[in-house]
């Protein structure tokens, strides 16, 4: 498996003095997955429950080779 980099831009509601405004928030997620599509369907299935509405708008693969935790 390979690492792959995902964008995600989020739509999410602020408060401003003349009102509600929505702001674009784009976020990276990096995936452990075999492909591109596979990634994707990662980022749509961890963000399934998510209250804001987003779209997945690129994945690439990463330069990373692994991470390591303790």
């Known amino acids: 498996m390979?690492?792959?980099?995902?964008?995600v831009v989020f739509e999410?509601?602020?408060s401003t003095k003349s009102g509600v405004k929505m702001?674009?928030?784009r976020r990276k997620y990096l995936?452990?997955?075999?492909?591109v599509t596979a990634s994707e369907a990662l980022v749509y299935e961890f963000?399934?429950?998510?209250?804001?509405?987003?779209?997945?708008?690129?994945?690439?693969?990463s330069k990373i080779i692994?991470?390591?935790s303790s």
């Open 2 to 7: 390979e690492y792959y980099e995902v964008d």
């Open 12 to 14: 999410e509601e602020t």
């Open 23 to 25: 702001r674009k928030i």
């Open 31 to 35: 995936v452990n997955a075999q492909s």
């Open 47 to 61: 963000l399934n429950e998510s209250p804001y509405s987003y779209e997945v708008v690129s994945s690439k693969k």
């Open 66 to 68: 692994d991470v390591v």
